[in-house]
């Protein structure tokens, strides 16, 4: 259909609330911008809803409307009326709205200041939001092995919640089970290494549906500074310089690598 104004507005949010995410698509092949805007658009409100209110309860209701959407979407429903649920609805196959209610449920850690019971726990929310979001728009795009693309967007997914420590904290969050430099070092390794089996097995992600998985060009080496440097964790110094960023995503995006 073609960008119509939801669908430019989806990328307008997507531009100001996920810059990484939207230089990522932009870099992606034409036809694939118009679902994964509108699929990042949702995660950049999803993501929103538990911080909108200091409210839990208002919180919880907003997060409960994006649940409510992803099982009418997979039920093959009318939705209602949205800048981005309307796409959203409109691009998303029903099998794959499922993994939205798993994504709204992990994000409810983010209205509440307990921290994560065990390493099983945390990994479930990495898995549930950076592996929901990852597959949501692989699967989206074309066939791909569901296992690898979640092992891909728990490296990415690590690497953006070690980004986000500083904040994290600011907030009245604990964000890490160990935030010792040894505690940093063990979770960038077991991140590293699982995004690094990804790539091992490439060949089980297609062509198209890897051009999602674009969105993690940067997590390699920012994981690989969290376990050189664990220190730059909590001075909030972790990332890639400028030329870097861009050419090192201008690079895969021509190569079609990831």
């Known amino acids: 259909m073609g960008f119509d104004d939801d669908l430019r507005s989806c990328a307008e949010l997507v531009q ?7 230089q990522a698509v932009m870099a992606a092949p034409v036809a694939a911008r118009e679902v994964l805007f509108a699929i990042y ?15 839990s309860m208002i919180a919880e209701m907003r997060l409960q409307w994006w649940r409510d959407l992803g099982t009418e979407i997979a039920a093959g429903q009318s939705v209602r009326r ?3 649920a309307t796409p959203l609805a409109r691009l998303l196959k029903p099998e794959l709205a499922r993994v939205i209610d798993a994504m709204a449920e992990a994000r ?3 209205i509440y200041r307990d921290p994560f019971g065990d390493e099983a726990e945390f990994d479930a929310y990495i898995d549930a939001t950076s592996g929901g979001l990852m597959w949501m728009a692989a699967g989206a795009l074309g066939p791909a092995e569901e296992g690898v693309v979640r092992d ?8 953006n919640w070690l980004r986000a420590i500083p904040e994290l904290e600011a907030q009245k969050r604990v964000p890490l089970l160990d935030g010792t ?3 940093v070092r063990a979770l960038a390794r077991k991140a590293l290494e ?26 390699e080496g920012i994981l690989k500074q969290a376990i050189k440097q664990p220190e ?8 890639l310089s400028e030329f870097n960023r861009r050419s090192g995503l201008l690079w895969r995006a021509a190569l079609g690598r990831w």
């Open 108 to 110: 409810r850690w983010d």
């Open 181 to 183: 430099p040894e505690g």
């Open 82 to 84: 949205h800048f981005v």
């Open 41 to 55: 658009a949702f995660n950049v409100e999803l993501s929103r809803a538990p911080w909108a209110s200091s409210e």
């Open 232 to 239: 730059r964790v909590v001075q909030g110094a972790l990332g």
């Open 194 to 219: 699982r995004l690094l089996n990804a790539r091992k097995n490439s060949g089980r992600v297609s062509t198209k549906s890897g051009v999602a998985l674009l969105a993690g060009w940067q997590a």
């Open 152 to 159: 891909f967007a728990y490296g990415v997914g690590v690497a």
């Open 16 to 22: 100001t609330g996920d810059a990484d995410r939207f």
